[in-house]
T-cell receptor, first 115, second 116 residues
Framework: DAGITQSPRYKITETGRQVTLMCHQT?????MFWYRQDLGHGLRLIYY???????DKGEVPDGYVVSRSKTENFPLTLESATRSQTSVYFC??????????????FGEGSRLTVL | AQKVTQAQTEISVVEKEDVTLDCVYE???????LFWYKQPPSGELVFLIR??????QNEISGRYSWNFQKSTSSFNFTITASQVVDSAVYFC?????????????FGTGTQLKVEL
């Protein structure tokens, strides 16, 4: 079934370790996004990508790295995890062109705990 | 810069009551889209509605209705005859096409608790 999937769904790691959250979509959407959700802040944009090999910073990019070598994949890496990066991470994608209304299609989320 | 304000952090109602969730936005764009998403306790984000800035007609979908007023930059969401299954966090969001990107700016969410 087509959709957007994230892995892992749950991850516990320690401060200083590298963590990669995976995101895969089967719609061939050009745009992909990473948001983090924290109590009192709603969802905040970390990074987004307009197409393969095109990425840009969002509101809270510090401490994160992204890449997009293929249209369908958009991994998010925490190179040296910190406790402040404990959060729920949502990947999303959206249409482009005439279908572009800004509507995002979200994955189920990845809950990351940094000890 | 885009901004979405959901001043109500948490609302508690008794089942069958009507409840309105407020959303106020700021944008310099003349064309924009507004959204509501629902996040039930299971955690996923569920799309509820998209509204084009040129269409100020109110919309009703079953027990849900939305009131879009450009004059006050508001896009409020009303649930009529609330049910326990409506308990969730509700997010209002605004399209952000600045920098050529295609992003959404979210409010901080309103936690709705519907009790028996």
């Amino acid at each position: 079934d087509a959709g957007i999937t994230q892995s892992p769904r749950y991850k516990i790691t320690e401060t200083g370790r590298q963590v990669t959250l995976m995101c895969h979509q089967t719609w061939s959407h050009s745009y992909m996004f990473w948001y983090r959700q924290d109590l009192g802040h709603g969802l905040r944009l970390i990074y987004y990508s307009a197409a393969a090999d095109i990425t840009d910073k969002g509101e809270v990019p510090d401490g994160y790295v992204v890449s997009r070598s293929k249209t369908e994949n958009f991994p998010l890496t925490l190179e040296s995890a910190t406790r402040s990066q404990t959060s729920v991470y949502f990947c999303a994608s959206s249409h482009t062109g005439t279908e572009n209304t800004g509507e995002l299609f979200f994955g189920e989320g990845s809950r990351l705990t940094v000890l | 810069a885009q901004k979405v304000t959901q001043a109500q952090t948490e609302i508690s109602v008794v089942e069958k009551e009507d409840v309105t969730l407020d959303c106020v936005y700021e944008t310099r764009d003349t064309t924009y889209y507004l959204f509501w998403y629902k996040q039930p306790p299971s955690g996923e984000l569920v799309f509820l509605i998209r509204r084009n800035s040129f269409d100020e007609q109110n919309e009703i979908s079953g027990r849900y209705s939305w009131n879009f007023q450009k004059s006050t930059s508001s896009f409020n969401f009303t649930i009529t005859a609330s049910q326990v299954v409506d308990s969730a966090v509700y997010f209002c969001a605004l399209s952000d096409f600045t920098g050529g990107g295609n992003k959404l700016t979210f409010g901080t969410g309103t936690q709705l608790k519907v009790e028996l």
